[in-house]
């Protein structure tokens, strides 16, 4: 699905980039087909922030870094890990969990970006967390809506963070986990604290 062009001029609140600048300096840290996803990110999150009163200006800046450590190599990703002495239990982990986490972190060390809710909407897009701001709501929900997904169960969520985005963010929990289960994953301690939180106890 083809992404349409966003105008949005940046206000130097949160980063001293323009977005030009900063597409060109995410533009820079992946793949093609990782970058129109990123896109399409931005393209959801705006519509989303639009409908629940949160800054369009903040959620395009993290829905185009959210990705921005996700072609990073797992060597790199990993001796960040121990450089920076984050939690060695994310050793047992690969790049769908490292990404967010370490995202952040380079995000704000090399992009200069330090605004914390645009921190923790990077840091918990893919694992969530039991207590999220609109704005992280709002990444959350996007990364898995953008119209470049296509699975079983896309649509109906898109029509649920039309209507009721924390609705959304349960929706896509809950269908998270249960997809690791069923593929037999690894999951993350946090992952089940977001679900034992907004699903088990809304």
């Not at 001029?9 to 087909?33: G, H």
């Not at 993290?62 to 121990?82: G, P, V």
């Not at 897009?125 to 701001?133: D, F, L, N, P, Y």
């Amino acid at each position: 699905m083809e992404n349409k062009p966003i105008q949005l001029v940046y206000s130097k609140k949160y980063t001293t980039l323009t977005r030009n600048e900063l597409i060109q300096a995410v533009k820079s840290q992946m793949s093609l087909k990782r970058f129109q996803h990123v896109l399409g990110v931005e393209q959801s999150a705006i519509q989303l922030a639009e409908k629940y009163n949160v800054s369009i200006e903040a959620v395009s800046i993290a829905a185009l870094t959210h990705d921005y450590a996700k072609e990073r190599s797992d060597k790199e990703m990993q001796d960040l890990i121990y450089r920076e002495q984050f939690d060695l239990e994310l050793l047992d982990y690969g790049s769908n969990i490292w990404h967010g986490l370490l995202g952040a972190f380079l995000v704000k060390q090399e992009l200069g970006i330090a605004d914390l809710d645009i921190l923790n909407a990077i840091k918990h897009h893919t694992i969530g967390a039991e207590k999220m701001s609109l704005l992280e709501q709002v990444i959350y929900v996007a990364d898995y809506i953008e119209p470049g997904r296509v699975f079983p169960g896309v649509e109906y969520a898109r029509k649920l963070a039309a209507e009721d985005l924390q609705a959304a963010v349960q929706y896509e929990t809950k269908q998270t986990l249960q997809h690791l289960i069923e593929n037999n994953r690894k999951i993350y301690p946090k992952t089940i604290a977001t679900y034992n939180k907004w699903v088990a106890n809304p």
